[in-house]
């Protein structure tokens, strides 16, 4: 007996193997991956539009959601939906229509807030719209303080901006819990200028409108003390100085000395406005029993002519301990240094000291020369902490290393422990003849690098088997493989947190020490110097 097979009753046979086969081998497939939590495509199914894949959610800029997914060629556009709760997207707040060419989306929310978005696909082939894909994030605390005006602090207030108009109802100000309650004039301008502070103070100052937070901005008062003037000699006036003093330098540039200065006090030297630095050609010379010197906002230039005509002068340190004794802590915050031969600061062989501590902060450092010495340069002297945090340096230590401490006479393995510290720094064409950045040889040290951007380089690390493994953390090295290349010095100690980049940081100008980065990533990130990423 012939049987005549239907070709329609066939291949709608054919359809149901084939789609129950497909059922099983996606049944098995979810069995052994485990639990599939809300897959993205359950089945082929070529009526409707694939769900978007790779959805990612990123914080811009404070307050900005920045998603990303993977696109088709099949999609006409998607359908973006934000809501505040939670994933249920049972009350939309924002709906927005995306063409595949307009990614990554960028949509600006409130601050402290956690958002949910959901993304479809809308076919150019007539099929179904997708499933959604969502994702939740939150936003950050946002800041709408406009930078501080030049001259708008003083020994006691300081006027605060933000942009005209926008809501706000009193600042609080720390220390001291001092509050300037807003008026409606005061959010009409943008600004208010807070009152009863105290000289030579860091504050912090917060935003509220009613209790959400709407910025935060920090700042320092300026400091009463001694006046000097550009026509005054430096010199003299430092020597004439009691322990204690603070000299209050006004802006020029100081002719009336040059040269080497002699600190035998614990003294601050600081520029009036940190805006306006005045212009010093000087090189400080710490001498035993200085107690704690420090040195704000100066500009500190290692080249100068002696009379008008003369062949040009440079001196070779900034800062330089001239002989072993008893020091004080250096702090170092504000400056420009630049232009010295030799060394930033150093104690030569001969010197056998007890350093507390030496700190630069907030620092330009450029054009350091290290001709026959190091950058940080301590032979024979116990530093017992090195910090150098949210500074630039710039084309120093061309040929020598960047950090040198070593086994102090009589100190080193004797239960003290060096410290090194390395914090939001931008590094540029440093220790750039295959030299170290960190060469440690004190019995007992820490090596820590962090947030730091460093660039243009073949130096590395270090290679001493006496230097401590540097911990790193969010560094980022470009054109610098010698800090993550394993083997590119013989015994050289790289950074093996796992947490570093090699990206561009896309600097507006570096020929020019415009070291502004304009790479997003390295910009959420805070990596290297703060003023940059403004």
């Known amino acids: 007996m012939i049987t005549i097979i239907n070709p329609i009753t066939q291949y709608m046979k054919n359809r149901y193997i084939q789609k129950a086969l497909f059922s099983s081998l996606f049944a098995c497939a979810c069995m052994a991956c485990g639990d599939l939590a809300d897959p993205v495509m359950e089945e082929l199914d070529l009526d409707r539009a694939y769900t978007p894949t790779e959805l990612t959610a990123k914080i811009r800029n404070l307050t900005s959601i920045e998603l990303a997914w993977k696109t088709r060629s099949d999609v006409d556009h998607y359908v973006v939906e934000f809501s505040q709760d939670s994933l249920s997207f049972g009350s939309i707040i924002r709906t927005v229509t995306v063409e595949p060419n307009e990614l990554p989306l960028l949509e600006t929310f409130d601050s402290e807030t956690r958002y949910s978005a959901r993304v479809k696909a809308v ?12 994702i939740s994030i939150a936003t950050a605390m946002e800041n709408i303080f406009l930078p501080i005006e030049n001259g708008a602090i003083d020994q006691n207030s300081a ?32 600004a208010v200028t807070v009152t009863g502070l105290s000289e030579a103070t860091r504050y912090t100052a917060t935003l509220y409108n009613a209790t959400k937070q709407r910025g935060q901005i920090t700042f320092e008062t300026l400091v009463d003390g001694t006046p000097v003037h550009p026509e005054d000699d430096l010199s003299a006036v430092v020597a004439a100085a009691a322990s204690g003093d603070v000299l209050v330098l006004y802006p020029g540039e100081y002719k009336a000395y040059t040269g080497v200065i002699n600190i035998d006090k614990a003294i601050a030297i600081r520029g009036l406005y940190p805006y306006d630095k005045p212009v010093v050609h000087t090189q400080f010379a710490l ?19 002696t009379t008008e005509g003369s062949p040009e002068t440079s001196l070779d340190y900034a800062f330089v301990y001239s002989a072993s004794g008893t020091y004080g802590t250096l702090t170092v915050k ?16 001969s010197v056998v000291t007890e350093i507390p501590g030496i700190t630069f902060d907030n620092c330009i450092v450029s054009d ?35 950090v040198r401490l070593d086994a102090a006479a009589g100190l080193s393995g004797t239960g003290k422990t060096s410290a090194v510290l390395i914090d939001h720094c931008t590094l540029y064409g440093v220790s750039n003849t295959q030299d170290r950045i960190v060469y440690v040889r004190f019995a007992t040290n820490t090596l820590e690098i962090r ?20 911990t790193c953390s969010n560094n980022n090295y470009f054109n610098a493989a010698g800090f993550y290349t394993e083997a590119y010095v013989a015994g050289a100690k790289t950074d093996i947190s796992g947490t570093h980049t090699t990206l561009d940081p896309g600097f507006a100008n570096a020929a020019t020490g415009d070291f502004t980065i304009s790479n997003q990533a390295l910009i959420d990130r805070e990596v290297g110097d703060p003023r940059w990423r403004d």
């Open 451 to 470: 947030n730091t951007l460093i660039a243009a380089t073949d130096g590395y690390y270090t290679n001493q088997s006496g230097s401590s493994q540097p």
């Open 287 to 305: 001498q035993p029993g200085s107690g704690n010197v420090i040195v704000t906002d100066l500009s500190m230039d290692g080249k100068y002519l």
């Open 334 to 349: 504000g400056c420009e240094i630049h232009d010295y031969t030799k060394s930033l600061a150093s104690g030569s062989s």
């Open 368 to 402: 350091i020369l290290t001709v026959s010495a190091d950058f940080i340069d301590f032979r024979a002297a116990y530093v017992a902490n090195l910090t150098l945090t949210n500074s630039t340096f710039n084309y120093c230590a061309p040929g020598r290393d960047f």
């Open 123 to 134: 076919s150019a082939i007539g099929a179904s719209d997708s499933k959604w894909a969502g």
């Open 159 to 190: 006027r605060l901006r933000w942009p005209a108009n926008s809501m706000a109802t009193h600042i609080l100000v720390k220390p001291g819990d001092i509050r300037h309650d807003i008026t409606e004039a005061e959010v009409a301008a943008g």
